[in-house]
């Protein structure tokens, strides 16, 4: 579900269904202990008015009866009710009817969505106390600047913070799991450690991982002072007793530098040798030259002589020229997207990556997509028609492949890649039609915050326009891969991205893109 926010969306149906059954429970609990009440209240006054006066009620044999009665039959029949099991039997089987649905989401979608939640923070350098409190800011020159202002912000409970820090703390990430943890400890002090029944953890298991994250950070004596504040409030507990005589000793036998660095350094678990330039591009959008800095570059109505353009040219903007790369801005029509939109959606399934010779899924391709054959509906016939007029190529399988429709989920990107092969074994040459030489993108949906294209080695980033499409070609002009249009979908912040990628091959092009043996064209 956390690899795209289309499925997401669906799942406010399935809380709604959950919704209704609680209120039934609620509606039954309630009338089970008004009923309890009314008996109490009943045999209460009796003892506070009948069975303490000072007449002899007992000498009543009405009383005497009623008491008997009471005690022989009706506090077992309260005491031992099935009420409370009937009604917490129902409220699960309505439960089980969405779970049985199979759409509610598994253990495998909260840990995506909360280390979507981390690679945000990463990437967009946020600041975890603002994400916190709902709020999406970045230091900048020592002020909370706000990168995006939500209309609703939805604050995190101990519990949520608690749950992130898990996360990383499983992983052995202890640079995230000490900054999620702190604000979980924080929160659930603020709440004075009162346990709710929706909640995974305590104060005490917020407590327990945070020492030992410091503890794995070097930081011994805060893992001691929250080791102890454990210990209050779980006196009996050995392994923290242990714990404490060991950062004691640790801390007499290293004594911690007062000069120490403490801030913590983030670990590089993407690998990404390009990670400085393709978050700095992410954050600020690039920096591409302007139209007046490169005179080069140009925007300009572009009809490529095609008859089916010259009434409605198209309006293009040469972003860059090495690689070339262009935006062909409103290319789809606010209807034409959403009907892709609707074709994909039965056929979405989670974004996989050439690994070798087959096609994996992976961390850094957070999304789902679907492919579009042309007959699947007449709107992808016409793209297919606009393109080939736009470019001059030839567009029809086998040499293009169909379209991909792709929508990001929770934090959701595509790390930088190529999208030409760069072995010969890749599962891209199946077609029998050479390697992917042009992209040609469409943005069918807007964003409100993230999501660019970053183009790392060529230093800029295209935002999403909405209806707009990019193209480039991915090969020199001798069929190498350009190692300049190395390229990311940065992770969308806020919103729900669409593209649609249509990947066009060397085979069938050869009257259309003279080829040179110069590895600079
Ligand atoms: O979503 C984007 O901006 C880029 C997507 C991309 O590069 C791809 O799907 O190959
Ligand atoms: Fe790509």
Redesign the pocket.
Known sequence: MYTSLLHVRQAINFERQLIDHLETYIEQETVRLKDIKRFYAKVSDLHSEVYSGPSASMANPLVAFTLIKRLQSEWLNLVYSDEAQENTQALRSGYKEVEEEGFLPKLEDLQGAAKGLMRLQDVYSLQVGALVRGQFQRISNGNPIDIYSPIVSIPLSGDDCFLVGKVAYEQEDYYHSVQWLEESVRLFRGTGGEWSPENEGTLEDALDHLAFSHFKTGNVSSALSLSQELLNHDPMNRRVLKNIEKYERLLVEYPPLLSANTELKRPNTTYLRTRNTYERLCQTQGIQPRHYENPRLFCDYFTNDSPGLLLQPIRREVLSLQPYVVLYHRFISDSEAESIQDIAQTGLRR?VVASGEKQATAEY?I?K?AWLKETAHPVIGRLDQRITMLTGLNVHPPYAEYL?V?N?GIGG??EP?F?HATSASSPLFRLNTGNRVA?F?I?LSSVDAG????FIHANFS?P?VENAA?FWWNLLRNGQGDGDTL????PVLVGD?W?A?K?IHEYGQEFQRRCSPDPEE
């Open positions: 974004s391709r999304s997509s991909q792709v990001y990107h595509y890649h999208d992209t993108m943005y999501g660019s294209t970053a295209v999403v990019l390229h990311a979908g940065c991205k593209v990628n990947w």
